[in-house]
Every structure is written in C-alpha cells, then in structure tokens.
C-alpha cells in the first residue's frame, strides 16, 4: 500500500511560479514511477507529466512542455512538479500517482494504481 500526499498549491499571479510536492509513504517509492494530473472545474481529470522510477526518463503533454517540469528524490520519497510560467487555464486541483508500470503518450489515467487527494491551484489573471 502507497499513501501518497500532495502539498504546495495556493493562489498565484499568471505568470508567477509555484512547487507542488507528493510524499509517499512506504519503502517501495523508487519501484513505482510517478505522474502528476489535473482536473479543473466541470472537466475531466487529465494527464501532465510522469517521471520513470529512477527519473532517467520524463515525459509532458504538450500544454505545460517548456514551463513545467516534473522530478522526483527517492531517498525523500517525493515527487515535485515545479510550475512556472503560470496561466489562467492552469487553474485545477492537482493530483499525484503512482503505477508500477511507466506510461507515456496517451493519457494512463487507468494505469494509475494509488492517488492522491490534490491539492488545488488558482492561478489569477
């Protein structure tokens, strides 16, 4: 079992920046790679970006390629999602994951086997 826990949301000017972590609890953190999705008011939840288990390889969908970038330390169990270049329409609640298996391309929304409880970010124009 993998708990994992969001934190760093909060309210910021487009434009300005922003650092969502996810700690996961447990020993085998480094044995699942990690993605980061997000779901904005009366949308669907959505891919952004994954990370492979020892974060050799990452992957981004085309909206947050260049502004956003996604890392992970395995001694610290975390996941982190650097936001930068914040717009508008970059307002969701954010959501960790895990999966044994890495995905990239084609959103692994049913791939994932633990989430977690998001934490929102508002980003003002």
């Known amino acids: 079992q993998v708990q994992l826990v969001e934190s760093g949301g909060g309210l910021v000017q487009a434009g300005g920046s922003l650092r969502l972590s996810c700690a996961a609890s447990?020993?085998?953190?480094?044995?699942?790679?990690m993605y980061w999705f997000r779901q904005a008011p009366g949308k669907e939840r959505e891919f952004v970006a994954a990370?492979?288990?020892?974060?050799?390889?990452?992957y981004y969908v085309d909206f947050v390629k260049g502004r956003f970038t996604i890392s992970r330390d395995n001694a610290k169990n975390t996941v982190y999602l650097q936001m930068n270049i914040l717009k508008p329409e970059d307002t969701a609640v954010y959501y960790c994951?895990?999966?044994?298996?890495?995905?990239?391309?084609?959103?692994?929304?049913?791939?994932?086997?633990?989430w977690g409880k998001g934490t929102l970010v508002s980003v003002s124009s």
């Open positions: 994951a895990a999966a044994r298996q890495y995905y990239s391309g084609n959103s692994p929304i049913g791939g994932m086997d633990y």
């Open positions: 990370i492979s288990w020892s974060g050799g390889r990452t």
């Open positions: 447990g020993r085998t953190f480094s044995s699942y790679a």
